[in-house]
């Protein structure tokens, strides 16, 4: 991590993604109908115990770090502190903003939500990943299995999710369509924001 990353363009653009992102996963929670496996887990655990999301994002990324730091430390940068212990203080601000102004009843307005909620979430997840300013703890526990099992990185993700989505099945979150879309579309929709707004976005930077 350098110091004169935060005068970079790519620094604040990393910055507006994750703003970007967690926008995305709050709209997933106002939808009710479920989010990605690991913001799911979290929720859960915040739900079942009491938590804030904040608290729980920030022991959980904070195991993953440790781990991180001495399995994967190439890959970390100012993202993946921005992502491990923000985040979700910026997802529970945006969720308490969003729930204030509309709360979506039945079901058409709730696919709505989460078909926004998974396009936000692409787009944020897309930046971030374009700035190559450090990748997610979470991220990172994928690459860490990959890199010391004979697993290819899909197989190690399946894995990673699989664990989430048990975790939060067992404490009775919410398993849904937005599980399913996060699970199996975010990967093409977040290759079509780079193609689209990335990699245009930071050629020059």
Same mark, same amino acid.
């Given at each position: 991590?350098? &110091? ?35 913001? $799911? ?22 195991? &993953? ?58 787009? $944020? ?17 994928? &690459? ?27 404490? $009775? ?33």
């Amino acid at each position: 991590m350098r &110091l004169n990353d935060f005068r970079t363009r790519r620094f604040w653009l990393m910055m507006l993604a994750l703003v970007i992102m967690s926008a995305g996963i709050a709209l997933f929670r106002l939808a009710r109908l479920g989010n990605d496996p690991f913001t $799911g887990m979290c929720f859960a655990i915040s739900d079942r115990y009491g938590f804030s999301l904040g608290a729980v994002e920030m022991v959980v990324n904070g195991l &993953l770090f440790a781990v991180m730091l001495l399995a994967l430390r190439r890959g970390i940068g100012w993202g993946t502190l921005f992502n491990a212990f923000g985040i979700g203080y910026t997802v529970e601000f945006f969720a308490h903003c969003f729930e204030s102004l509309y709360r979506p009843e039945g079901l058409v307005p709730q696919v709505v939500c989460c078909v926004a909620a998974l396009l936000i979430t692409c787009l $944020g997840c897309s930046m971030y990943m374009g700035a190559d300013l450090g990748i997610s703890p979470y991220d990172a526990a994928a &690459l860490e299995l990959e890199q010391y099992t004979p697993m290819k990185f899909f197989l190690c993700r399946m894995i990673t999710d699989g664990i989430c989505v048990l975790v939060c099945w067992q404490q $009775g979150g919410i398993l849904g369509l937005g599980t399913i879309l996060a699970a199996f579309c975010m990967g093409p929709f977040i290759s079509m924001f780079d193609r689209l707004v990335s990699k245009p976005l930071f050629r020059n930077c």
